[in-house]
DNA sequence: CTGTTAGCGCTTTCAC
DNA sequence: GTGAAAGCGCTAACAG
């Protein structure tokens, strides 16, 4: 009687052909494919884990020159070294790195933690950064919060209860509070802001110069003619969104160009409210020539509404988003996007990281500022 | 005298205007921003982290009876726990996961092991898959590789020391001998595969059907009129290319139509070798007239190769992929692809693995093969 | 209801 | 060189 694992019923059942020598199975009720393998698995408990007791016993030396031999100290017989080294090996010896962690009270774990990762700008940044963390010894452990203020207090509680040596962090859109990475501080466990930052906490961080990412980018859009821009603006919660919205404004007025309240819209980064809002800008009496959005989904999806108005861009509405995330370049037109060093974000924030964590930071914390690019493609 | 953070020159370094009352700088040599707050930073060493019996101590009670009351066990005088949370919270204290962990040897972690994070694939289905673990009371761990084998083994290596409860993976396309997961089985902590499968071990996993999937997406190729249809596989190591291989070849085969292995090639899942292999179908005597590509990045490469040699599509060359990344709505033209149910995968390997770690496992491993999706786009 | 004791697996004095 | 003993912070019997 062949039972589905998902909704356990029986009477949904279907035969589904035979893959590879096993009969497959498909429930109708869960429009699912299922097979059971041929081995049968004994799954004894979970068995006897080796220590160092173990070792020392099976030689009749103390566990404390088995420690000693397994990390490789100096006031240690050769002889009795490798001796333990063999019998670890022989028992498949795995230390234990909470013990560890415990008696030296610290992890070599850092934490990172951020808003999303289906972006490609996260998972470019935790990779660098990554890198530069592993090479110095340490773990990295990342969890993002989906912009969720609460998962993110969640995720701090966690690390800290994990005991991580140090932290990255980039906010959600949504924290306003940040009780709970002061907490960090009290703890003496440094903390690094990069991409978001908290202008109230006085720690080393790392940001990109979006004033003048911004700037830069609508003087692009004023020198190819553009006299009606229109912004779209991040979360006011956001420095980032604040400090490109400033670039904005400050590249107008430097080029002598009326701000125009109605062409400013700020959102709360998703996509849906991207589509109302450009709708509603494209609707104005005197609608804009030109969009400089907070970041490239953003400036995608304005693409995609013009596509579907029949709007034509560059030639009726020129384009410019903010990241060059790599779907930037694959659109069609292809985005003009102020780009950001990621892989350098990264790098910076992690350096920035094992300062605080190897130093005794006898400084005040560095804040790091790196430059942004303009790429000029087809949609400007 | 402003030394320069990264380089530690100061001849390179110019003032570079006042942002928010602060003085920045700029390095010509590392073409940097950087600045210093007005605050001053005094790190303190790491302070005592307070536990259990400095609450105990304050409140003149014994550890053990703190302990049950932060746990909030039954047996417990109001009054006293009331007292215990109150001392607690005026101490700041955290619960040391780690001692906790050591004691009960078990740490409700959970590891994941990716071979990467940069396409939407993996974020998605780890989002989805730490959902139901989260709910669960687990914390996930994510480890991605970047492909690399090495780094695969030391992940796991870390995982294990860490002690996590259970392990969730998705090898690297160079994986071929799986002991450093076969550590985990002997040690009693549940494995379960889920997208790249080991077919030699016997652990549960979730795959989705990639040979229907492939079938299906040749079938509409040959179905819309195409005769000589190219495929891109991917690696032979990994059964996702093998299946979707199989899927093409039996498609073909289903339709009475030769299959031409110059027009198969394998390839090592890096875009170098895509445009590479494209450029050389396209040069052959007689051109594919479609392509099916192991994946979406791949079949967006072999566009931009199609669109820098002016090949229109899918005029000349018709395209489809395979896991409807969301890029592949948005190139030009879109493409058709075989979507996998990403959120499904996650959760069901979710699943499965909080079966094995709740249940004393009396089962045979469970097999879960998800169903794919064609979805017809332009591009073909 | 609460305290005492032992111990999770490891490192670290301090003797010998 | 090596061992004995104490302790990291916490939980879990077992008494009372």
Known sequence: MIRCPH???????????????KQRYFCKACQVHFSFPNEVHTPSLRPHQVTIVDIAEQLGISKSTVSRALRGQSDIHPGTRQAVLDVANQLDYQPNQLAHSLVKSRTNTVGMLVPEFLSSFFPKVIMSAQQVLVEAG?????????????????????????RVDGLMVSHTKETRNFDHLRTFQRKGIPVVFFNRVCEDMTVPNVTVDDYRGAFVAV??????????????????SLPNSRNRLNGYHDALLHYGLPVDNELIISYDLTLEKVNIYVNHLLNLPHPPDALFAMNDPAAIEA?????????????????????????????EPSLTTVAQPMAEIGRETARLLLNALHGPVSDVPEQVMLPTQLIVRRSS
Request: with cysteine; aromatic share 4%; hydrophobic share 40%.
């Open 7 to 21: 909704c356990k019923q029986v009477e949904s059942i279907n035969r589904a052909g035979i893959v590879r020598g």
């Open 219 to 236: 003087e692009h859009l004023i020198q190819t003619g553009r006299r009606r821009i229109a912004h779209l603006a991040g979360p006011d």
């Open 138 to 162: 340490y773990n990295v452990v990342i969890c993002q919060s989906g912009e969720s203020y609460e998962t993110e207090v969640a995720n701090a509680r966690t690390l800290l209860a994990n």
């Open 303 to 331: 693409l995609r509404v013009c596509r579907s108005r029949g709007i034509r861009v560059p030639a009726e509405l020129a384009i410019v988003g903010f990241s060059d995330d790599p779907v930037s370049e694959l659109v």
